[in-house]
């Protein structure tokens, strides 16, 4: 009986070994799923389970010790590093990709062409809420409209990163508009309601342009820019509102199961094959370089840094 306990012991511990997870941002969750699914290909016995919870919901898990890898649309934050080191959870930040935040509008909207960005704080920023209600009260040369919002849960990468953009402060957000995880829903809702102005990950734009009014963004340069073409991501022309996509992984599972290491250098080898196809915007290849010899040496803790506007995000890697 010691024996068989002993057995079934190692068994399990085997099969923890080779079990991989990850959870995190709705955007980047794509190129994850994909990857495991190739990965699942050449390693059938792989055991790669990939869930969405929202960027701040993953990093919680993260540094609980939970999951391996935690995709995330922002960088990590001051306070989720200090729970992180609370628990002995170092982490490697690699960045897989870029992305730019769409602003997007009903197809009958024919005067949101182009909107400041105290014009988006006026709309999005935490004071507005419940005052804020109508497309006049953004710019008086609007209409006299109902202005219905539809953006990211407030626990999501992208919530996070578009109300410090703009706003200048994080969860500086308001409250009172419809939120979703499932960005699919807001595209929706924003198609099907003519008063209505909402944002999502560029690749969400992208499989539903013939839907939707693509809204340009006057940033620190003072001209109206897109995220389209994805050219205007990849050199942060389309500022502020473009921003890198990581992973992070944890150290310790690097350290004590084979199979997170091995996935993880299948998934920075093999990941830009979808990123271009699911919408986003692949790194040029001298940055994945760069961020296959940080996972090679080790290199713990986040030191990216916000680029200035028309400097490529990537000389931050």
């Known amino acids: 009986m010691l024996i068989a306990s002993s057995i079934t012991a190692c068994n399990s511990g085997q099969e923890l070994r080779n079990q991989v997870s990850i959870d995190g941002a709705a955007v980047g969750f794509p190129i994850s799923l994909a990857v495991a699914e190739e990965y699942g290909k050449i390693k059938p016995d792989a055991q790669v389970s990939v869930a969405s919870s ?35 959870i170092a982490f490697i930040e690699l960045p897989i990709g870029l992305d730019g935040i769409a602003v997007i509008a009903n197809r009958q909207n024919n005067f ?53 953009a703009v706003t200048g402060k994080a969860k500086n957000g308001r409250t009172d508009y419809t939120p979703s995880h499932n960005q699919n829903l807001l595209v929706q809702g924003v198609s099907g309601d003519v008063t209505a102005l909402g944002y999502v990950g560029i690749s969400y734009y992208i499989q539903n342009q013939d839907k939707l009014n693509l809204v340009a ?18 050199k942060n022309i ?10 992070y992984v944890s ?46 040496k080790g290199e713990t803790g986040t030191k990216f840094k916000k680029a200035k506007p028309g400097e490529p995000i990537t000389n931050f890697i």
Request: glycine share 6%; net charge positive; aromatic share 10%.
């Open 251 to 296: 150290k310790k599972s690097l350290d004590n199961k084979p199979a997170v290491k091995e996935f993880v250098d299948f998934y920075l080898d093999n990941s830009w094959k979808w990123v271009d196809s699911v919408g986003y915007v692949a790194l040029p290849d001298e940055a994945y370089l760069k961020v296959k010899q940080k996972l090679a």
């Open 112 to 164: 949101a062409k182009c909107l400041t960005i105290k014009e988006l704080d006026k709309i999005w920023s935490a004071k507005s809420d419940g005052k804020i209600l109508n497309w006049n009260q953004v710019n008086p040369k609007f209409p006299n409209q109902k202005l219905k919002l539809y953006a990211p849960a407030s626990d999501t990468g992208t919530f996070d990163y578009m109300t410090q």
């Open 238 to 247: 389309y500022t502020p509102l473009s921003r890198p996509l990581f992973i």
């Open 54 to 88: 929202g960027t701040g919901g993953g990093i919680s898990k993260f540094c609980n010790g939970d999951i391996d890898i935690v995709g995330a649309s922002r960088t990590i934050r001051d306070e989720e590093i200090k729970k992180c080191q609370n628990k002995n």
């Open 217 to 234: 963004v006057e940033g620190a340069t003072g001209k109206c820019e897109k995220p389209v073409p994805i050219d205007n991501v990849v």
